[in-house]
């Protein structure tokens, strides 16, 4: 199963910027595509964005369409989610997923972004 490292998270104010990384490991010839969920206390992970192993398709939940931007670099086997106009709604744990041609699925351990005045 492929292994994933994120980093980059932080406190932010409102507006700010934040980019996260994630480091994947292992067998990441078998990744069909990777991406982004959050999480906050008391509420299901929801998806946040997702980009292919090619890199050629991304997609992105509704909240976050025209502030993030999901992309990786196959030379360093990383996946970048750069977040603009941040928002106090943004705040979450954010995890790094990687979904494989067999159907296994990996996690990161998550990074906590918080957006305060």
């Known amino acids: 199963q492929v292994q994933l490292v994120e980093s980059g998270g932080g406190l932010v104010q409102i507006g700010g910027s934040l980019r996260l990384s994630c480091r994947a490991s292992?067998?990441?010839?078998?990744?069909?595509?990777m991406g982004w969920f959050r999480q906050t206390p008391g509420k299901e992970r929801e998806f946040v964005a997702r980009?292919?192993?090619?890199?050629?398709?991304?997609s992105y939940a509704d909240s976050v369409k025209g502030r993030f931007t999901i992309s990786k670099d196959n030379s360093k086997n990383m996946v970048y989610l750069q977040m603009n106009s941040l928002k106090p709604e943004d705040t979450a744990v954010y995890y790094c997923?990687?979904?494989?041609?067999?159907?296994?699925?990996?996690w990161g351990q998550g990074t906590q972004v918080t957006v305060s005045s």
């Open positions: 997923n990687a979904d494989s041609y067999s159907g296994d699925v990996s």
């Open positions: 292992g067998p990441t010839f078998s990744t069909y595509a």
């Open positions: 980009i292919t192993w090619s890199g050629y398709t991304t």
